[in-house]
């Protein structure tokens, strides 16, 4: 690698929302929640040439690279810079966007395997959904606990981690649930961009008695609808063996135009 270029970890990202916001602007498509929740709990590393940032790098879980990013002055050096960070910090996987060129760019001259890992999609035409029974409600405090138990029980996510997910979307106004008597039917979000401020991220869980039903589709749509009202164009994410889901989300009028890659290293 060229002289004069280090890589440092970095405690405090605010350090990096320059480069962040440059970055954003390179994005053909915006990143979806799951991304974002991907960088919130992963490692930052910048990196440096003559005492200036210059690119910056992300680890999530298992080691796996979730972003990497080089400033327009310094991309002649991109690829070398790659490959010792990956050397550097024994990196042998990562997590690509197709609407990610800067990264997507020079990983692909590393990659000895390409697996899609999960499509992104986008609103792209409205559609008529027959109405469901039941009343779809925001989620209150005093709703939590039971919203909390009924995702338990429906995608077998630890309550710990829950309790803290849904009081968040709680306290946001973005979490709503389809409920008919005393039965909770299924949930569904609509999580406002915090890099995209145009787009809200949105997603469904049905209840397992419910499912084959149609209900995932009726709650896609209705928290479509609701993105709409907030003057949101809405997007959403599925991993690519969730066939249920990806036949939920075509029937609520989008389409995949990007996806995530997961790229073995050579």
């Known amino acids: 690698m060229a002289r004069n270029y280090m890589f440092k970890e970095i405690a405090n990202t605010d350090e990096l929302t320059e480069l962040r916001n440059e970055w954003l602007s390179t994005l053909t498509s915006p990143q979806d929640g799951m991304w974002e929740s991907f960088r919130n709990s992963g490692k930052e590393w910048g990196i440096v040439h003559d005492n200036e940032w210059i690119g910056y790098a992300s680890i999530g879980e ?7 990013y080089i400033s327009p002055k310094h991309l002649g050096k991109g690829e070398s810079i790659f490959k010792e960070f990956i050397e550097k910090l024994n990196i042998e996987t990562g997590i690509v ?3 990610n060129p800067s990264y997507l760019s020079i990983a692909l001259n590393f990659a000895k395997e390409l697996n899609v890992n999960t ?5 792209n035409y409205p559609v008529y959904i027959e109405e469901k029974e039941g009343e779809l409600k925001e989620c209150q405090n005093e709703d939590i606990e039971k919203i909390v138990h ?3 029980y429906s995608m077998g996510a630890p309550k710990e981690w829950l309790e803290g997910y849904i009081k968040d979307l709680t306290e946001k106004k973005e979490i709503f649930y389809l409920e008919h008597g005393d039965e909770i039917i299924g949930t569904c979000e609509v999580r406002k961009s ?3 401020g145009d787009f809200a991220d949105i997603g469904m869980v049905v209840s397992p008695d419910y499912r084959r039903k149609g209900y995932g589709t009726y709650l896609l749509n209705e928290a479509k609808k609701i993105a709409i009202e907030w003057k949101k164009t809405p997007i959403c994410s599925c991993e690519k063996d969730n066939i249920g ?5 075509h029937n609520s009028g989008f389409v995949s135009m990007y996806q995530l890659l997961l790229i073995s290293f050579n």
């Open 62 to 68: 298992s080691n796996q690279l979730i972003q990497f």
């Open 97 to 99: 966007g197709t609407n």
């Open 119 to 123: 499509y992104l999609f986008r609103n």
């Open 150 to 152: 009924f995702c338990h």
């Open 194 to 196: 915090t890099t995209a």
């Open 245 to 249: 889901s990806i036949k939920s989300i």
